[in-house]
């Protein structure tokens, strides 16, 4: 079956940790998206990649990194950097850039205590 | 600036019918998403508009009117699996795409 799977689906780090966030599809999509998602609130884009070897900061970057190794691969890195780590990460990817459907992982819910 | 505006949650009764609107002030406009979340999951497709008119599929129906800046999902014969949250996206010229904070609808028995 095809889809995007994200890893774990709960993560518990101590404060002044990097934690690095999974993120596989086998759509065979060319861009890919990091969202986090706090109650109340819509998502908020993190980077994106529209193609494999590039990806361009969003919204809320600052505190997050990404790679673009391989074209299923999209993993995040949340640095001590990021002053409020603790959210709900979803990562997405699409055919084409935007225009398109976006099709969800399940998310992983980041607590840093 | 960009701005989406949803109501923050509605309740409807079982086998009813109701309405979500989303309305947007953006940068251009390239097409509206709706999609359904259910709690603690992912996003799922809903529908597309990105000419005026309505969209029907199945249960659910899509209305655009962008000269109003104004989009409807519309619920038919609800059922207490559509107890989820409704987030309209907008997508703008330069192809970047603004999320509304979603409505929680509450389907009651």
């Known amino acids: 079956d095809g889809g995007i799977t994200q890893s774990p689906k709960y993560l518990f780090r101590k404060e002044g940790q990097n934690v690095t966030l999974s993120c596989e599809q086998n759509?065979?999509?060319?861009?890919m998206y990091w969202y986090r998602q706090d109650p109340g609130q819509g998502l908020r884009l993190i980077y994106y990649s529209q193609i494999v070897n590039d990806f361009q900061k969003g919204d809320i970057a600052e505190g997050y990194s990404v790679s673009r190794e391989k074209k299923e691969s999209f993993p995040l890195t949340v640095t001590s950097a990021q002053k409020n780590p603790t959210a709900f990460y979803l990562c997405?990817?699409?055919?084409?850039?935007?225009?398109?459907?976006?099709?969800f992982g399940p998310g992983t819910r980041l607590t840093v205590t | 600036g960009q701005n989406i505006d949803q109501p923050t949650e509605m309740t409807a009764t079982e086998g009813a019918i109701v309405q979500i609107n989303c309305t947007y002030q953006t940068s251009g406009f390239n097409g509206l998403f709706w999609y359904q979340q259910h709690a603690g999951e992912a996003p799922t497709f809903l529908s597309y508009n990105v000419l005026d008119g309505l969209e029907e599929k199945g249960r659910f129906s899509s209305f655009l009117s962008r000269s109003k800046g104004y989009s409807y999902l519309l619920l038919k014969e609800l059922q207490m699996k559509d107890s989820a949250s409704y987030l309209c996206?907008?997508?703008?010229?330069?192809?970047?795409?603004?999320w509304g904070a979603g409505t929680k609808l509450i389907i009651k028995p």
């Open positions: 996206a907008v997508t703008e010229s330069n192809y970047q795409l603004i």
């Open positions: 759509l065979n999509h060319d861009a």
């Open positions: 997405a990817s699409s055919q084409g850039f935007y225009s398109y459907e976006q099709y």
